[in-house]
């Protein structure tokens, strides 16, 4: 168990990130939805960078939470509250899918370059009372991106990966595969729960921060060598 001073120390360092991890994928979302032509989200004002408007208290905040106290800041993943998309409503929607799903994890995805650069800042910067904050906060924010960015690309609808499929698979089977959309986040759950989910995603976040690490030259901090 982490003690108290452990807890509220990762809360400080990992609040930040992933606030901006999930509200700027949500907006992503719904910045390509209205770029091709569906403004379902604008019109529900979700196209926005308040995090209120996308937080979801059970996966944004409490989920979150137990798996990276449980973890010891090793880990976490959570989701927010989806951006509304009708894809009827792209100029074409089989087509158009792809580049909305693709969208929330490639904003992850220059996230983790962000916080890769904030390490690098940190390294340069004369030292003072913030460098250790900034670089350790850093770190989590590329830890807390590239989890949601494998955990999302999975090929399950409703993830993003599985909207993906869905739009490169021909259209007979993509309708079959889009079936399962109702079931997905409880196969999620249950992956989560028999520990199959973190099997599958670890060789991917780690390979990712592996290889960011080496563009960066900051495997220190992830104690890659």
Do not use: C
Request: proline share 8%; aromatic share 10%; charged share 10%.
């Amino acid at each position: 168990m982490m003690e108290i001073e452990g807890i509220v120390r990762l809360i400080a360092l990992y609040a930040i990130p992933g606030i901006f991890a999930i509200t700027l994928h949500e907006a992503a979302h719904g910045y390509a939805a209205r770029h091709f032509g569906d403004p379902t989200a604008h019109e529900a004002g979700r196209i926005t960078l308040n995090p209120i408007r996308h937080i979801d208290p059970i996966g944004t905040i409490l989920i979150p939470a137990l798996i990276l106290f449980a973890s010891s800041g090793n880990f976490a993943f959570g989701w927010a509250r989806p951006v509304p998309v009708n894809f009827d409503r792209l100029r074409s929607p089989k087509r158009d899918m792809l580049w909305v799903a693709a969208a929330g994890p490639g904003a992850n995805l220059l996230m983790a370059i962000m916080w890769a650069l904030a390490i690098k800042l940190g390294q340069v910067m004369p030292q003072n009372y913030f460098t250790e904050p900034l670089i350790l906060m850093a770190r989590g924010g590329i830890i807390i991106n590239t989890v949601l960015m494998v955990l999302n690309l999975l090929p399950l609808p409703p993830l993003d990966g599985g909207r993906i499929a869905v739009s490169l698979l021909p259209r007979a089977v993509a309708y079959r595969f889009a079936m399962v959309e109702p079931y997905g986040m409880v196969i999620l759950l249950v992956l989560m729960f028999l520990g199959v989910l973190g099997t599958v995603m670890m060789p991917f976040v780690g390979a990712f921060i592996g290889a960011l690490s080496a563009v960066f030259n900051i495997g220190w901090i992830f104690g890659i060598r």
